[in-house]
Structures are given as C-alpha cells and as structure tokens.
C-alpha cells in the first residue's frame, strides 16, 4: 500500500550532544511510524554513523538530519558543509586496534543503498534502509553485519 512518505528534519548545530540527542529523537519518530525493530535499529545506526562523519568532516558548520518513510524503507539523508563529494567512501579496514574508519563500511552493511549529492552549501549523504526480509526477521542488523564480514 502507496502512502504519503512520513518525513521529519532536524537542524543541528555542529555538537556530540546534538547528534547524540537527535539520534534519541529519531528513535521515538521511528516507533511512532511502527517502523520494524531491528529496521529502525539499522536505521539508527546508519544515522548515527552519518552525523558522525558530517561533524568530523563538515568543518564546523550545521548538520541536517532528515529521515523519512516511504513504503516501508527508511530513508535517512544527512548533509553538511564540506563541498568534498569524492572524500565520501569507505575506508578500507586497517585492523581492530584502530578507533575510527568503519563507519561507512557498517553503513554499507546495513544500508539496501547509499550515495552522496552536492548541495549549494557543502553535500548530503542519505541511504537507504529497507525492511527486513523474511529471512533476516529473526536475526538483529548487528548479527547481520557481522555474519557479511
């Protein structure tokens, strides 16, 4: 069934506790939506690890967070105020005794898509996070993502 995409945004200003805070925020949207559990933990996920990347690369400046909801995938768009389109790709692994540099990997992981666009203000990254299928139902996105590793 085609429905209207539900749709919220949030403006940050360039802060931990922000994205931190907004991440709690998306949490109840998506319960309210009666978006699949371990779907909008994967979207959770996938949200966080994009306001991370945009306040570390966005060079201080605000961050948009919009997620929405169209037929049934989770949609989560993140944009900031570095022009770099080119510097948006996964890392590859240097091993576990590093701190940073999955981020985008995970997002891959869980995300059905992903990309980035320029806006006039710097660029945007959203992906996509489809509901689980059949026979992921009973498996948590974090097990998933181990199991493709």
Do not use: F
Request: avoid cysteine; proline fraction near 7%; hydrophobic fraction near 40%.
């Amino acid at each position: 069934m085609n429905r209207e995409p539900l749709q919220v945004r949030w403006d940050l200003p360039p802060s931990e506790k922000a994205v931190h805070d907004t991440r709690h925020s998306a949490e109840a949207v998506l319960a309210a939506w009666q978006v699949d559990e371990d779907q909008a933990d994967a979207a959770l996920l996938v949200m966080a690890e994009l306001a991370a990347n945009a306040l570390r690369h966005g060079k201080g400046t605000d961050i948009g967070v919009t997620i929405s909801l169209v037929d049934q995938t989770v949609m989560v768009d993140v944009t900031d105020g570095d022009y770099r389109i080119g510097a948006v790709q996964p890392t590859r692994h240097h091993g576990w005794g590093h701190t940073n540099g999955r981020g985008l990997q995970l997002v891959t992981l869980l995300a059905g898509a992903w990309g980035s666009y320029p806006t006039p203000e710097g660029k945007g990254v959203w992906a996509t996070v489809p509901p689980p299928k059949a026979d992921q139902a009973d498996h948590p996105p974090h097990q998933l993502a181990l199991a493709a590793s």
